[in-house]
């Protein structure tokens, strides 16, 4: 075929297409917005602004104006449709990305069982109702019995990608319930499907093909197979190696687009909607920890503020209410697929050993068809299966339903408490400042000093117990010196590197048998800086680094390299020669701050992985209270407070930091004392010999070159008689 002879988008369709877009993203947001000041889903408003836009409300009250912003052309019309029909698609793969697949393999018997008896119990009575209709409202009444099949499908049939934003709208992704809701519903849509596929195989050919099917059965089998044997290595080691070595903005965010595409057309091909394969391979890049969360949270904004919405107004475009010769058959066939998917999904809940309101909100979450019936009813409308008021019909089913499944399921989720398990899900992203879950990748940069091996003590358990990678660089910049640059402390500069060999093979020591997991890299630069900046760059989660040789903030290439880094780093000073084998008592002192919190957090992980137990050590300044700020003599020594006080203390912070403890894993103890010089008495503490690893958390508060974290952390560190572990977040 000569491409050169298709004729190009005139113009008008280009202007005609943009208009639609302007207006639908409009009023879908304009709408939505009400809707979520009214206390409901977005989703409303969106399917309101396309009935509103569509032939109920502007084409019978202005049809000139309907007709020149929605023209009855198959080409115009087209053209909106694959945008509304991109943002599904990408909708299905956002729902993978929310959802843990841990959690829905572990509530699977009541999902399966309420999704065997959600699509049984509704396509029985779809099926009788289907037998006993008129036969003035069948297409064709030599076709009775596909018709009835297909009037049963529509009525079992769920819509996963309304479902999928009920639940974000509602913020029940991660909730219990909601993984139920959308394991059944990803259950109902793939056997929807594939019921559908045999039906218009029937209704095409004039009769049953079992090859069809069994074909369309073992693709989809193959399908998964290849995702997760195939597909899920391939792409897990490819976004890897475009996160290390391609800079390219925005990359690794193509490269989740392009297979995301290809799934779905794969599905497509099968003969199973494309968006069972989005979804399917959300699930997969859930899994993966080497997805930034950052291009995640670029795909979440631009699916529902962008491309769901226009998909969402498509649906409601579709619907002419004015079809309708009555009302009488409409409630009919509403109330049995209501009542049907509703007491269906109770009864499998039940069964799958669910409350009665859990069971009952199941119902209510998957009464939603959506999309999916309005598809099934174009199907059924093309075929020749069904005139032009059971279409209306059947359409406004899914949309009624749809209206109906998030203000029935908001009314009841106030009947189920949240588990302390869901508190822990639920518990804001931004909470967690430091790193990601999953394997994660750490970088030490070293010359051979004592710090460096204090932090490859700090970092070999937790690659050990993530399935990580620990990375040793070293950056030779001996040879790069001239004669006349003798002034720039050559002492120093023929110490580095010095015995490097013995300390890397402490450091693959303390991997015990993973020391497979230790990459070491040399390399020679004139800029030892620009050198571990660089490395650094390449797809690291955290960086260790062994503190300055005399002072935390002294002017140094320490200071220098943490100033400049991206990631969170941490600042590791030795007290001894030879760091133990683990930490055994860490202590992790508390102010109130998003810092030490993020200090907390790294101490959680490290004590999870060595088995260590953590302090949570909380000073109150008694001068500050006392005498406003001057540290008065008689209050600068460390004391119990009052019990009450104490205790009341106590329990809001481990209120504070339980949730982030018990997402390691730990449990830590709480003390608090009150003193008038609060940095003395932690660093009384750490000299007392109890506490081995004392973890500061700070800010770095560069207000010139040297690095500069405020004289208290300062001083802290340079006193401390135990190893001390900085932790500098990155909140940007």
């Not at 030599?142 to 079992?156: C, E, H, L, N, S």
């Not at 059965?217 to 399908?223: E, H, I």
């Not at 943490?562 to 930490?583: D, H, K, M, N, Y």
Request: hydrophobic fraction near 55%.
């Amino acid at each position: 075929m000569d491409t050169a002879t298709l004729p190009p988008i005139s113009p008008k369709d280009l202007e005609i297409l943009l208009l639609q877009i302007a207006g639908l993203l409009f009023l879908c947001r304009l709408l939505a917005e009400v809707m979520r000041r009214l206390g409901q889903p977005a989703v409303i408003g969106e399917l309101l602004a396309g009935i509103i836009l569509g032939p109920t409300i502007l084409g019978h009250y202005a049809p000139n104006l309907f007709l020149a912003v929605f023209p009855h052309e198959a080409r115009q019309f087209h053209l909106l449709e694959v945008i509304s029909n991109l943002g599904l698609i990408l909708l299905l793969l956002l729902t993978g990305l929310e959802t843990d697949v841990r959690v829905m393999r572990r509530l699977g018997r009541p999902a399966f069982m309420a999704s065997a008896f959600g699509v049984i119990i509704p396509f029985a009575s779809g099926l009788v109702l289907g037998l006993l209709l008129p036969a003035r409202y069948l297409a064709d009444p030599g076709q009775r019995a596909v018709f009835a099949a297909f009037i049963a499908t529509a009525m079992a049939i769920s819509a996963l990608p309304v479902i999928a934003k009920i639940l974000i709208d509602l913020n029940l992704m991660k909730r219990n319930l909601g993984v139920v809701i959308l394991s059944a519903g990803v259950v109902d849509d793939t056997v929807g499907w594939l019921v559908l596929s045999v039906i218009a195989g029937i209704a095409t050919a004039g009769g049953f093909s079992f090859s069809s099917l069994a074909f369309t059965c073992g693709a989809l089998a193959a399908f998964l197979v290849v995702m997760r044997w195939v597909v899920y290595p391939v792409f897990s080691r490819t976004i890897s190696y475009v996160n290390r070595n391609v800079p390219l903005v925005g990359a690794d965010l193509s490269l989740i687009l392009v297979f995301t595409l290809l799934c779905a057309a794969a599905t497509d091909a099968i003969g199973v909607h494309a968006v069972f394969g989005a979804f399917v391979f959300g699930l997969l890049v859930r899994q993966l920890p080497r997805v930034k969360a950052s291009t995640l949270s670029t795909i979440e904004i631009f699916v529902l503020s962008a491309l769901s919405p226009i998909f969402f107004a498509f649906v409601g475009l579709k619907v002419n209410l004015w079809t309708l010769s009555g009302w009488k058959l409409p409630l009919l066939v509403l109330g049995i697929a209501v009542g049907g998917k509703i007491v269906g999904c109770y009864v499998g809940g039940r069964l799958g050993k669910l409350a009665r309101w859990e069971a009952l909100a199941l119902g209510f979450g998957m009464n939603a068809r959506g999309a999916m019936g309005l598809i099934v009813a174009l199907i059924g409308l093309s075929l020749g299966l069904l005139t032009q008021e059971m279409y209306a019909i059947i359409v406004l089913v899914a949309v009624i339903t749809s209206f109906m499944a998030p203000l029935l399921l908001r009314a009841v989720m106030s009947k189920l408490p949240v588990t302390e398990e869901e508190r822990r899900r639920l518990e804001p992203a931004d909470r967690t400042l430091l790193l990601p879950t999953g394997a994660l990748r750490i970088l030490i940069p070293t010359a051979g000093g004592a710090n460096a091996s204090a932090a490859f003590a700090l970092a070999a358990p937790i690659v050990r117990a993530h399935d990580g990678t620990l990375t040793a660089l070293y950056v030779d910049s001996s040879r790069t010196h001239r004669w006349w640059m003798w002034w720039r402390n050559p002492a120093r500069a023929s110490l580095a590197g010095r015995n490097l060999d013995t300390h890397l093979a402490d450091a693959a020591e303390r991997l015990g048998d993973q020391q497979k997991r230790l990459v070491v890299r040399r390399m020679r630069s004139v800029s030892p800086t620009d050198a571990i900046l660089d490395e650094a760059a390449r797809d690291y989660d955290l960086v260790l680094i062994g503190a300055a040789p005399r002072h935390l903030v002294s002017r140094s290439a320490v200071g220098d390299v943490v100033s400049r880094l991206r990631v969170p780093v941490v600042i590791v000073r030795g007290s001894e020669l030879q760091a133990p084998p683990r930490f055994q008592r860490v202590i992790v002192p508390l102010d109130g701050s998003v810092f030490a919190r993020a200090a907390a957090e790294f101490a959680f992980l490290y004590a999870a992985a060595a088995g260590s137990q953590v302090t949570l050590f909380h000073v109150i300044n008694e001068a500050r209270v006392t005498t406003g700020a001057l540290a008065a003599p008689e209050l600068r020594a460390s004391h119990a407070i009052a019990e009450f006080e104490a205790e009341s203390l106590e329990n809001r912070i481990r209120s504070d930091f339980d949730a982030l403890a018990a997402t390691a894993g730990v449990v830590p103890r709480v003390r608090v004392l009150a003193s008038g010089d609060p940095a003395a008495t932690i660093i009384e503490q750490s000299h007392i010999g109890y506490f081995d690893l004392l973890v500061l958390g700070a800010e770095n508060k560069l207000l010139a070159q040297p690095l500069f974290f405020g004289q208290g952390t300062a001083s802290i560190v340079e006193r401390a008689g135990c190893t001390t572990a900085v932790v500098v977040p990155r909140l940007a």
